[in-house]
């Protein structure tokens, strides 16, 4: 039985040096999983990129594609955008897609794919007048952004605990949207 396709989309946030943590739990979902990581985040796993390879079975994502290159990835049936660096968040509320990993939600969302995202930042960051502001634009585009108390909420300054990023709230709520199975 063909699978239902979901892009994980991680950003440099510290959750995706352990984004096969997320991959993993994607799979065992059920879902035919394909992971595309922004060009910061692709630095980190540059050694180790066809670890990631072998276990979602397709090539890992992070740049645009040239115009004479086809699409390297199968067409996806929901988009999950986790973790999300304050960064992405603020681009991505702008309008600015400079990376695949928001062009492909950004356009996805108004193309009636679901595209959910979950944030992984400080209570620092999050105080910046253009997170709530980005946040409230990407949910009026349709972006289920997930925080308190459904999804991630932002920790105090020097005290995140990357490993225990509750990857399984993220995936619940996609199942909830999109059955992994056709
Ligand atoms: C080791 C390290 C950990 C970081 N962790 C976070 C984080 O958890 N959340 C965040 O918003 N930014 C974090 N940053 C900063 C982002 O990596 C930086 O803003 C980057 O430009 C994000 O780009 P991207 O959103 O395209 O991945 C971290 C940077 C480094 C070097």
Redesign the pocket.
Known sequence: MTKRVLYLI????????FVDEGVRQAVARGWDTCLV?????AR?WEPRMDELEKLTGHRVRSQYKLPSESDALPKADAMLVA???????N?WGAGISD?L??GLPSEAVHMGVPVLAM????QA?AAQPAVARSIADLRAQGVLYLDDPEGYRAHPPKN?H?RAYPWHHALHAVGAIVSPAP
């Open positions: 991680a950003c440099a946030a510290g959750p995706t040096q990581l922004t060009p910061s985040a980190w973790p999300m660096t304050c960064t992405t968040l681009k990376t990993a928001i944030p992984y930042f400080n960051q995140g990357p």
